[in-house]
């Protein structure tokens, strides 16, 4: 019974193998006991199941770490036990392992066809403000787009294009290497399917030319630095007919005179004077959405305090409601006093009972306890 068979012995591994080792353990032993090369052995097809299934279950972390810990019971219904998977589900391991050698190779596999067309990116910046408000605009764009001629055909008008004889159509050939079917794409059509004899004079058969486009772009209003908008169909046209790729917009935000952005909250740092500081009083702002917007200061604040407004904020991207304005306070001391105002401070220094400035009291209260 493979089920009570030790999947490291199986494969030839010690229990500290890591992926690597134990991937190529099982290539050769897939290859040695796969049933296309033994011309269809029994003996051979059970081997090549119970590699896989040790493969399946060891190549797992988690599948190896109940294996580890509790043998064969702790994988039992969980792919780890040979009669829960037929052959076919381990020729999936098989073809996982070695790739395209095995991808292709089934019969009834879809035509390759013309690819799709290239996604194209286009860089735009727009402002704090625009960012806030949204905004509507056109952008200019050079693109290959399908070909008016021959309606992206790449036959010429009045001809059609007809089945490659190489594939019969399919746009995909098989080749025999060992006991692997390889398939690739028609060196005669590419892929395509089909061939021109007669291609159109305008797009030599491509079925696309090159041409500029003015495009519509909406944008929401509280996109951020690197929102991208996709522009389905607006990107480069397939060949011959296949469907167009989509052009992104990458969205980049120039940097404002007053406010930083973090997310939804926008950031504003203000001068306060140190009499507003001491005194408290009132600032004024304009914001981004036009309105200007009363800071109150309360007295004594102190540099690098922090007044948060609620609802000031940058717009939710596709949402509801605003971050908020975090306006940081810097306390700016006089650089020039006139007599009149120098003596009055002077005057006030006098009255001071060190209850003005508590931290600063404190603090020579420390230096001089340390020096005493």
Do not use: W
């Not at 290539?27 to 493969?55: M, Q, T, W």
């Not at 050939?173 to 305008?202: L, S």
């Not at 952005?261 to 950031?267: A, P, V």
């Not at 200007?292 to 407004?309: D, V």
């Amino acid at each position: 019974m493979t089920t009570q068979i030790d999947y490291y012995e199986l494969l030839g591994c010690s229990r500290d193998a890591d992926g690597a080792t134990l991937k190529s353990a099982y290539r050769k032993l897939a290859i040695k006991y796969h049933p296309d090369k033994n011309g269809g052995c029994k003996e051979h097809e059970a081997k090549f199941k119970a590699v896989s299934e040790a493969y399946d279950v060891l190549r797992d972390p988690q599948k190896r770490a109940l294996y580890d810990r509790y043998g064969h019971a702790g994988v039992n219904g969980q792919g780890g036990h040979a009669g829960a998977q037929d052959f076919g589900g381990f020729s999936d391991i098989f073809e996982s392992v070695f790739g395209e050698f095995m991808g292709g190779g089934r019969a009834g596999g879809g035509r390759a066809g013309p690819r799709r067309g290239a996604d194209l990116r286009y860089d735009m910046e727009i402002s704090l403000s625009e960012a806030f408000h949204g905004k509507s605009t056109e952008i200019t764009v050079d693109v290959s787009s399908l070909c008016d001629t021959c309606d992206g055909s790449g036959a010429k008008p009045g001809t059609a294009a007809r089945a490659c004889n190489t594939c019969n159509g399919h746009g995909k050939v098989r080749a025999q290497q060992g006991f692997f079917v390889v398939e690739r794409a028609c060196p005669t059509c590419h892929g395509a399917g089909q061939v021109i004899a007669d291609p159109c004079g305008d797009c030599l058969g491509e079925g696309r030319v090159d041409k500029t486009k003015t495009l519509t772009v909406n944008i929401p209003a509280g996109v951020d630095e690197g929102t991208r908008i996709r522009l389905t169909g607006e990107g480069e046209a397939g060949a011959r007919g296949a469907p167009p790729g989509d052009l992104y917009i990458f969205l980049h935000v120039q940097r404002h005179a007053l406010f930083e952005r973090s997310g939804t909250t926008l950031h504003a740092r203000m001068p306060v004077s140190f009499t507003t500081a001491a005194l408290g009083g009132d600032i004024d702002i304009p914001g981004l959405d036009g309105e200007i917007h009363t800071i109150h200061i309360p007295a004594g604040i102190q540099s690098g305090r922090e007044l948060r407004q609620r609802g000031y904020g940058m717009p939710v991207l596709q949402g509801r409601g605003r971050g908020d304005l975090v306006v940081h306070v810097d306390v700016e001391m006089p650089r020039k006093l006139s007599p009149k105002q120098r003596e009055l401070l002077e005057a006030f220094r006098e009255t001071e009972t060190g209850e003005e400035c508590p931290q600063s009291t404190g603090f020579f209260a420390k230096i001089k306890a340390a020096l005493g």
